[in-house]
Every structure is written in C-alpha cells, then in structure tokens.
C-alpha cells in the first residue's frame, strides 16, 4: 500500500464516528475535496478504499484529512455547503461549474401544492413558476432529498406530478397525510376506500395539508421559532376542545422539529472552534451530574446512559426503544428495540416494564448503564423503578429518572417512595442532553412502529 494512504488510514482510525463533514487536503494545505456524514469514519475509511478514480485521486492527492463535528445530520449538510462554496475543491466538481444551481420548489400556484426540486431556469418557464416558491441554492441533489426527507416525516405532502385515482403509496405509510388524491375523489384511507359523507370533510382536509404546507415554507425561510409559536398555539386549541387525537399529532410534530433542528450552531462557529461538540458535551455531563448528585450521593461518572420510549398507533404495533449514549454521544451498536408481546392495548407502563425486563435479562451481556431516563412522568419512572427492585444483580441501584413531556420537567424519584420535579429552563444544558436523547428515542421508537405499520399495510397497497 502507497505510503500517503497508509498516512491517511492511520488518520481515520481517530475519526469521529458520529455526524460531520472531512476535508481532504493536499501538500499545500489546500481543500481538494469536502463531504459530510452521519459517520465521518465509516465514510472515510470507504473512500480510502474505493477503486473508483475519484476516490483514487483524492487519496493519491491529499495528505491530510481534517473532520469538524456536528450536532445533526442537517447541520452537516449545511455545513458542507458553506465549506463548498468558500473553497470551490478541486473534485467537488459540482461546485466549481455552478451554472444550474438547484432548488427546493413549493408549487403554490397549484391547488394542492407540490414540494420537490428544480433549476434556477424553471423560475421563468410559465406563468405559474413566479407565483411558486423556491429555496436554495443547494449543492446537490443528495442534499435537497435529505433535506425533504427529514421535512417530510414531519410534515407530509405530495411529490405527484398528476393527481390519481386513489392514495398514492407515501399516502398508506403516512408521507402524504392529507393525500390529495383521496381528497379530490373523496376517499376515507381509513375505511378501506369508500367515500365519505358530505363536502365539510373536503374542506377540513384541504385545509390541513394547506396547512402543512405553509409550516414547510416557514421553516425552510428559517423561522423556526414562528413555527414552534404557531404549533404549541394549534396544540393548547385542540386540547381545550378536547381534540386530544390532534393535540398528539401537533405535539410529535414540535418534538421531530426539535430533533431536525436543534441544537442549533451556525457553521462559523464550527469553522471558529472544531472542538465545539466535545465542548458542549462536557458541559452537559458535569451539569446532569451535579444535578443527581444531590440525589445520589454517591453517584460517579455518568458515562453511559440508556433512554426508553414507547411508541403505537391506537395500542397497535407497540414498540419500545432503547438508545444508549456513551459521554453524551449516541452509541447505535449498542440501541435495542423491542416489540411488545405479551401487552395487549395501550398501555404505556406495562410495555415499559415489558422492555425493562427483557433488557436486564441481558446486563451481563448487555452491559450496566449509569443512568436509566425513561419518555414520561411519574408513572413510567415507577413502572422502570418496578422492574429495577426485583432484578438480582443490582438493577436496583442504578439511578433512573423520567423526562415529562409537558413542560420538560425532569421527574427524580427520592428514597421516601417520593417524586422530586425539577424544571431547568430549555437552555439548562442538562435540559439539552435530556431532549437529544429522548428525542433519539422517540425517533428509534416510532422508526421500528413505522417498519411493523409498513409491513402490514404493504400487502394491502400492492394488491390496489
């Protein structure tokens, strides 16, 4: 193997193996090409090892390859673009001959407006393309998809080009909800596709995917907090008139913008401080830490700690996840996820004490956490607290604590059977840990629920 490769190897084995974007560099320090990942190494390492004459030449080329952390995947590709664009490397060719820029396209001008990509020409083709809106530019294809990905599972909407007949298939696994096609035809998804009575259930329906569509534009233009504002008012409505099925929907989807969004660092403050992730990490562990430790007194290092969320669909597919995160990172050779069997209905605590028990079957293999956070308030810290007691090898000991949802309160149970609720403010970097990992398990959660809601409503779209 060439030397300036084996250099390079050597370097990746201290990658990060978490989301960032990597800079190759050449002799004269100059960037030759830069990319992103939600695994810095793993990606990397492949690079290193592809036969491709890209990837040939960018290892032939570079003798250093220098990696900034970040929090999130839609950071990364923020970040990458900001990078792209300063240093314009040498094969990021994409970049260097930027003469069809792309772009994210809400056609508004529709009646059921379309979210997907397209070029800066498509501004003027027709009269409808300067009542549409578009936002960019982005680098690449790749990126915009990811971008939409995410966006997508928070707010559905339709990429059809013409309507149909019938729900399209992102309508049965709820990436188009509202489906247009089920609203112009008239079609109830839920009854199997019979029609549905009277035109005020047309209405509603155009209605809300209009409205998932306004929240798209507001947080693509970057107000986040407007959007999070209008949210938490939509979700305090529904619950006074007593629409709890809506007030759940509009609260996962304020914890999904939460995952995509936050914590927030704007790429300058990545290129002034490459540190700044391991920084802020610290400062989280040692501010959890002094917390507990008014409870636990004899309380450690916290190093490891597992998170559980419970997640179904009316008692239906329930599943509960387990995301463990070694100082402060996610460690996802080491998630586990449940689907719950013996628990019919729903019934949150009885399907964490079902996970809990199968999980601490496994501690000599599995491997003991420091602490235990569990989705939810006093009930699901006594449902875990439960299992804990009658585990043999010291279950009971480890300390364990719930997030409510509510107003983020931290539910710490005390000695005397009591609950201690503590609220730290959203921008308490313990508050901060907490939500990162509860929102990591509500996404690991609902992506297992998701796979079981998918592989019994497959058939039945095929078969249409």
């Not at 079902?354 to 235990?372: C, M, N, Q, V, Y």
């Not at 308490?428 to 398990?441: C, F, S, V, Y």
């Amino acid at each position: 193997m060439p030397s300036f490769i084996s250099d390079l190897g050597k370097q990746a084995k201290s990658l990060v193996k978490g989301p960032g974007v990597y800079i190759f560099k050449n002799a004269q320090g100059n960037a030759i090409y830069v990319g992103k990942s939600i695994n810095v190494y793993e990606r990397v390492s492949s690079h290193l090892q592809a036969r491709g004459t890209k990837s040939q030449d960018i290892a032939r080329e570079a003798i250093e390859v220098a990696t900034i952390p970040v929090f999130s995947e839609l950071e990364a590709l923020l970040l990458e673009a900001e990078l792209i664009k300063k240093h314009l490397p040498k094969y990021n060719s994409a970049a260097k001959d930027d003469k069809h820029p792309l772009y994210i396209k809400i056609s508004t001008s529709e009646e059921f407006p379309k979210v997907g990509m397209a070029r800066r020409e498509d501004f003027t083709n027709g009269k409808s393309a300067k009542r549409d809106r578009y936002f960019g530019p982005f680098p690449s294809s790749a990126n915009i998809k990811s971008v939409l990905r995410q966006i997508r599972k928070v707010f559905p909407y339709c990429s059809q080009k013409k309507l149909g007949k019938r729900g399209c298939f992102y309508s049965h696994i709820g990436l188009c909800n509202p489906c247009p096609n089920n609203i112009v035809h008239d079609l109830d998804l839920a009854a199997g596709g019979e029609p549905r009575q009277g035109r005020d259930s047309r209405l509603r329906l155009t209605a809300l995917y209009k409205s998932n569509i306004r929240k798209i534009t507001t947080l693509l233009s970057g107000k986040t907090k407007r959007l999070e504002k209008q949210l938490l008012g939509e979700m305090k409505a529904a619950s006074l008139r007593e629409d709890f099925e809506a007030a759940a929907r509009i609260r996962d989807q304020l914890r999904q913008i939460s995952y995509i969004t936050k914590p927030y660092e704007k790429p300058k403050a990545y290129l002034e401080n490459p540190n700044l992730v391991s920084d802020i990490r610290e400062e989280e562990l040692r501010a959890l830490q002094d917390i507990l430790s008014a409870y636990h007194p004899s309380l450690g290092a916290i190093h490891r700690i597992e998170c559980y969320d419970v997640a179904h669909t009316g008692g239906k597919e329930t599943t509960c996840s387990m995301v463990t995160f070694i100082d402060g990172e996610p460690e996802k050779k080491l998630y586990r996820r449940f689907r719950i069997k013996k628990v019919k209905g729903v019934d949150d605590f009885a399907s964490l004490s079902e996970a809990l028990t199968r999980r601490f079957s496994h501690l000599a293999d599995w491997g003991k956490p420091d602490l235990i956070v569990v989705d939810g308030g006093k009930g699901q810290v006594s449902a875990a607290l439960e299992v804990l007691a009658l585990h043999p090898r010291g279950g009971s000991v480890i300390p364990t604590i719930g997030l409510a949802k509510r107003e983020e309160e931290i539910v710490i149970p005390l000695f005397d059977g009591g609950f201690n609720v503590v609220r730290l403010g959203q921008d308490n970097p313990a508050t901060k840990l907490l939500q990162r990992m509860r929102d990591e398990a509500h996404r690991f959660a609902r992506a297992y629920h998701f796979k079981l809601r998918l592989k019994e409503l497959l058939p039945q779209s095929l078969d249409k």
